[in-house]
């Protein structure tokens, strides 16, 4: 950790002087960090410049410490230079305060000469020369009074310390400068202004009042990093103390501004990088820096911050993250995903997540990439999130994918062809919000004649891109049935997680039940012995059904298991076969669930409505049934292992490590 070199402070050289801690602690008698704590706490009426505090002795004799008289004395006949001085310093402690809470050097520069010219004071800032040997004017600041028509020199411009015998004096001490004396302060410009230069420096002198000067450095850590000047007609010795405190504090916020733009910088950098292996690994064209710049675009058109525009640009870049970790068959063979497949192909928002969190300074975007497969309705996943419980991020994000998606269905698809399908997806899919935020903004760019909006479009005949699209995974997500997509991601989640029969059992039936919405969930497997089934788990039943068999053909889940075919059952008072366990129960619906070639359970819904149950039903069940069974088959063999290595092959008795 490098030390800060703290500028000394030069004592005031008369009684009209802004007296220091020291100088105050002496005449009161009293230890000066006694001193700094009455002025905390406002018993001791001061001024904090920086890190330091500065009295004025009229304030401290209205505060009853008389011996401070004389200075109050010596000073009423300077009223009007003094008056300045308080002006002055009451900027230079605004300016400071202010500019340590930027995080931009130029906004630095503007927010602290804008409060000197405010107080009658020009300003001009100098950053240190790449070699050593000069300064380079970066920013200046007059009175708006004293502007008009004046001669300054241009900024960017490099002067050799040769020409700036004070500043090179003040860099190599590193201690601030006071120069009072006004036909040195015009001589010093005219050197440095051109051909001209008394004359113009002249025409400057008056048009600032430049009868002194404050020259002071900027001190980062242990080294020099530029310089301020500041000059007025009020300016005195006695401000150079707070000249200095001031020069420190905007040295610090300079340096913090650096740092800050060095680690974005890095991770910007880091965030492109990512962005180019996405692109490698999924094999398609990508043009991510176009749909990012459109999402920043966005945000600032929902008033969004910088933070939260930065944070959705870098979002979108890396929303595919976890599709590097995902194999190459799954990425590559599109739309002919198995049930398996696919849900392995929805880990990718989470796995992405994960990666992300290890890395402070991405760490930020984890919840905003896990979440980009989520729905405004609740339906997408892993989280099945709803409307604003989606980070904003996201929501952004998920319109811009959807407009690009739509612009990329075909060559020479417009701006309100797309915009069109969105209004479509409103309240499902999309933030109805964002959606008309981004209309709005399309519609200003067109009647502004903004080239990037039709930059988005597939230039006419350019193919490749929709040839990709219509290959790639991602599109397959958008079409699929978003309850499918979310059961068969949860089950493989579990299934991951728990082998214990009993518990999956449990949380397959809950999964199914939450995720459709089924007043009545059960979930049926056979029992060994020959047409017999028996209740594994339930959710939902008032009763304790587990346990309970049923044999094969009775019942509707009997009859399912017996035939091997789903029934839909619209009124169970009007069928025969129902086993009634709920009286408010009026539909019923049973699918066998299948592995290779064999019933190994059937899974029961039951609804309070009357013919509740469809064929988008019989559709969605027969899609994630194999899921199911291969869990279920899975789950069974672990529980058939357990059960023997609890007993001795040779004679079934439980064995001796059982009983230890």
Known sequence: MTRRITQPAPQPDSPQALLTVEQVARAIRRHPEVVRRQARAGRLPGLKVGRGWFFRPDQLVAAGYSQFRGAVSAAAAAAGDADRSRVFLEALSEAGLEAVQLADQEAIFQAVGRRLAQAGVGSFFFLMAEDGQGLMMVHREVPASSAKDMPLSPLGRVYPFSKLPMLRLVCESRRPHFLGDPEAIVQRTADNVGPHGMEQARQLSRALGMRAAISAPLVAGDRVIGAITVVGPGLRQSDVTAMAAFANQTAAAMEAARLLRQSRESEEAMVEMLAMAIGLREGTVRRGPEHADLAVRLGRQLGLDDATCRRTRHAILLQDLGKVSLPDPILRRGADLGAEERAVLMTHPAVGAQFLSRFAPLAPLAPIVRAHHERYNGEGYPDGLRGTAIPIETRLIGVVNAFRNQLETAPGVTIAQALAGLREAREADLDPAVVDALAALCERAQLAGQGWLQGLRLPEGDPTPAVAQAHSPKDLLTVADSRELRIIYRIAQEMGAVLDLD????????????????????????????????????????????????????????WVYGSGQPLLVPDVSRDSRYIGFDPNVHSEFAFPLMSRGRIVGVLNAESAQPNAFSDADLALLAAVSSQIASTLEVAQMHDRLKQEAMHDPLTRLYNRRLLL
């Open 503 to 558: 518990v999956l059992l449990k949380r397959i039936v809950t999964i199914v039940r939450e995720v459709m919405g089924y007043y009545l969930v059960s979930l049926l497997l056979p029992t060994g012995a020959p047409g017999e089934i028996r209740v594994g788990a339930h959710s939902g039943y008032l009763a304790d059904i587990a346990g309970m068999t049923i044999p094969s053909g009775q019942g509707i889940t009997g």
